[in-house]
T-cell receptor
Framework: AQRVTQPEKLLSVFKGAPVELKCNYSYSGSPELFWYVQYSRQRLQLLLRHISRESIKGFTADLNKGETSFRLKKPFAQEEDSAMYYCALSGRGYGNKLVFGAGTILRVKS | EAGVAQSPRYKIIEKRQSVAFWCNPISGHATLYWYQQILGQGPKLLIQFQNNGVVDDSQLPKDRFSAERLKGVDSTLKIQPAKLEDSAVYLC?????????FGPGTRLLVL
């Protein structure tokens, strides 16, 4: 069964501090992992895919298959990063069906 | 490009009433998804369409929920009769490949 767990409901950091959002997953095969973000009063949107290995808005994603973890990192938080972040998993052969975690609220304080 | 459109944005009904939600996906997107997001939880897939065929409806409570995608474009999701626990945001998404694009959602409150 596919399962995604985000252990932190809320992460509060100061502007300029590093950010690391945690995600743990359970999947028997080789999953595709995503970070989706929802800013206040905006739609849910894709932030990063692990397979793309790119940096978006200063964020990078780190997949550790041994620990079945998928972390979202940014070295220096900005106030505009404040949002709800969802980790999601898609299994190969599941028709791109996404299984989401419960989300982590990131609050960046000035 | 225009995004995924949903209506209505908000709906309040009493339990045992029926309700319908509408979704217009991004033009050309063959795959359409309906998710239910209960407060404090992540979105949960209810049904996935590929063109006008159902790919996955394993988590759709079929005794009360139904969905259709006639002509492979717009889609409607219906609840009949509604229960208190159906209070949630109903999200529609569409995709051409791996990336899903979400609509603004319909917030349903069942009293």
């Amino acid at each position: 069964a596919q399962r995604v767990t985000q252990p932190e409901k809320l992460l509060s950091v100061f502007k300029g501090a590093p950010v690391e959002l945690k995600c743990n997953y359970s999947y028997s095969g080789s999953p595709e992992l995503f970070w989706y973000v929802q800013y206040s009063r905006q739609r849910l949107q894709l932030l990063l895919r692990h397979i793309s290995r790119e940096s978006i808005k200063g964020f990078t994603a780190d997949l550790n298959k041994g620990e079945t973890s998928f972390r979202l990192k940014k070295p220096f938080a900005q106030e505009e990063d404040s949002a709800m972040y969802y980790c999601a998993l898609s299994g190969r052969g599941y028709g791109n069906k996404l299984v989401f975690g419960a989300g982590t609220i990131l609050r960046v304080k000035s | 490009e225009a995004g995924v459109a949903q209506s209505p944005r908000y709906k309040i009904i009493e339990k045992r009433q029926s309700v319908a939600f509408w979704c217009n996906p991004i033009s050309g997107h063959a795959t359409l998804y309906w998710y239910q997001q209960i407060l404090g939880q992540g979105p949960k897939l209810l049904i996935q369409f590929q063109n006008n065929g159902v790919v996955d409806d394993s988590q759709l409570p079929k005794d009360r929920f139904s969905a259709e995608r006639l002509k492979g474009v717009d889609s409607t999701l219906k609840i009949q009769p509604a229960k208190l626990e159906d209070s949630a945001v109903y999200l529609c998404a569409s995709s051409l490949s791996e990336t899903q694009y979400f609509g603004p959602g319909t917030r349903l409150l069942v009293l």
